[in-house]
T-cell receptor
Framework: AQSVTQLGSHVSVSEGALVLLRCNYS??????LFWYVQYPNQGLQLLLK??????LVKGINGFEAEFKKSETSFHLTKPSAHMSDAAEYFC?????????FGKGTKLSVIP | KAGVTQTPRYLIKTRGQQVTLSCSPI?????VSWYQQTPGQGLQFLFE???????NKGNFPGRFSGRQFSNSRSEMNVSTLELGDSALYLC????????????FGPGTRLTVT
């Protein structure tokens, strides 16, 4: 069974600092990988998707993620954090039609 | 295009009652999935429907059921509600290509008292 591990349930960064949210997946076959963001009292918004066309994937709001097969990782980064980035972020994996999510990482941005 | 819509947004029910939640997918999307989100268990897959047929099912008791209509709209039903069913229920739609991204609605917040 596939699984996703997100390291750090809570990450705090200063405004303008680098954002790094970690995600590792467990799968013998490279899966489809996603990052979603959830703002309070809202549903999930797709940030980006790994499609195997390129290992570095650019998403919305300045986020990007790099797929590293050797490390089974798909970490999310953003060069400079904004206050509006404060939210919960979920990494997800699928081999078909069902998403398996990590536990989520709450990002706090300190002014 | 309009996004995924879910109704109602909030529900309060009493233990033992049943509840029906509704989801309208993005126009043209034929696959609808349901997820339960709780603080303790996180996001868990309930089931997925395509062309009015349940194609995948998660590890939930039979009290949780769903259906999909010919216009791709979907409903999920929970019978004999328990306190532990209190959660945010999220619906997602996709265009049904293998590994396609799923687009989520705002969710229905169910509180069981």
């Amino acid at each position: 069974a596939q699984s996703v591990t997100q390291l750090g349930s809570h990450v705090s960064v200063s405004e303008g600092a680098l954002v790094l949210l970690r995600c590792n997946y467990s799968s013998s076959v490279p899966p489809y990988l996603f990052w979603y963001v959830q703002y309070p009292n809202q549903g999930l918004q797709l940030l980006l998707k790994y499609t195997s066309a390129a290992t570095l994937v650019k998403g919305i709001n300045g986020f990007e993620a790099e797929f590293k097969k050797s490390e089974t990782s798909f970490h999310l980064t953003k060069p400079s954090a904004h206050m509006s980035d404060a939210a919960e972020y979920f990494c997800a994996v699928t081999h078909g039609y069902q998403l398996t999510f990590g536990k989520g990482t709450k990002l706090s941005v300190i002014p | 295009k309009a996004g995924v819509t879910q109704t109602p947004r909030y529900l309060i029910k009493t233990r033992g009652q049943q509840v029906t939640l509704s989801c309208s997918p993005i126009s043209g999307h034929r696959s609808v999935s349901w997820y339960q989100q709780t603080p303790g268990q996180g996001l868990q897959f309930l089931f997925e429907y395509f062309s009015e047929t349940q194609r995948n099912k998660g590890n939930f008791p039979g009290r949780f059921s769903g259906r999909q209509f010919s216009n791709s709209r979907s409903e999920m039903n929970v019978s004999t509600l328990e306190l532990g069913d209190s959660a945010l229920y999220l619906c997602a739609s996709s265009s049904d290509s293998f590994g396609d991204e799923q687009y989520f609605g705002p969710g229905t917040r169910l509180t069981v008292t």
